[in-house]
């Protein structure tokens, strides 16, 4: 079946650092990929998605590329502010949505 | 404001006690869903719903019912809760199942089965 697989956490940075956050998937058609973010307190909500090999998706500065040879979708973001502290979630949509285990990011001033 | 509503937010409860989490949301979406989301673990579905009265299990559906009497609701039912439904659950809908939809979420109940 399909899955996805991304880093573990905690990750902590300090403000101004990048982050990059590894997600790679196995899936037997051909998925929409997607990060979710979930605000402390909040549900999830969309951050960016890439619907076929070669797209990148982007939205407040965070950006990842659906790369099929590699089997991966590597969420990045050059400059991190303390308000991205989050848990960040990777998922793959093929009919059926199956997520990444979450990976917490927690930005210091 | 487009929105999908849990309620409640918290809720603690007995082994046995059985609860009824609802859902709505006012997008006129016809596919919705209930998670649930254990550390570790990611988010898991429980069911899911292409659309009145049709409904489905996901991954981990026992121990839950849900009903589609009406298009923007989708409540989740625990007749006989058990501690091992301790959890954070989230209701999502979408406008459809394509891959490339994107799902809005609820903003979660916490559930504590004691």
Redesign the interface.
């Known amino acids: 079946g399909n899955s996805?697989t991304q880093m573990e956490g905690p990750v902590t940075l300090s403000e101004e650092a990048f982050l990059t956050i590894n997600c790679t998937y196995t899936a037997t058609g051909?998925?929409?990929l997607?990060w979710?973010v979930q605000y402390p307190?909040?549900?999830?909500?969309?951050l960016l998605?890439a619907?076929k090999a070669d797209d990148k998706g982007s939205n407040k500065g965070f950006e990842a590329t659906y790369r099929k040879e590699t089997t991966s979708f590597h969420l990045e973001k050059g400059s991190v502010q303390v308000s991205d502290s989050a848990v960040y979630?990777c998922a793959l949509?093929?009919?059926?949505?199956s997520?990444?285990?979450?990976t917490t990011v927690t930005v210091r001033a | 404001e487009a929105q999908?509503t849990q309620n409640p937010r918290y809720l603690i409860t007995v082994t046995g006690k059985k609860l009824t989490v609802t859902c709505s949301q006012n997008m006129n979406h016809e596919y919705m869903?209930w998670y649930r989301q254990d550390p570790?673990?990611?988010?898991?579905?429980i069911y899911y719903s292409m659309n009145v009265e049709v409904t489905d299990k996901g991954d981990v559906p026992e121990g839950y019912k849900v009903s589609r009497k009406e298009k923007r609701n989708f409540p989740l039912i625990l007749e006989s809760p058990s501690p091992n439904q301790t959890s954070l659950y989230?209701c999502?809908s979408s406008s459809g199942?394509?891959?490339?939809?994107?799902?809005f979420?609820?903003?979660?109940t916490r559930l504590t089965v004691l």
Do not use: H, I, M
């Open positions: 996805v051909y998925p929409s997607f979710y307190g909040e549900g999830l909500q969309l998605k619907t979630f949509n093929d009919y059926k949505l997520f990444g285990a979450g | 999908v869903s570790g673990l990611g988010l898991r579905q989230f999502a199942r394509a891959p490339g939809n994107e799902q979420f609820g903003p979660g």
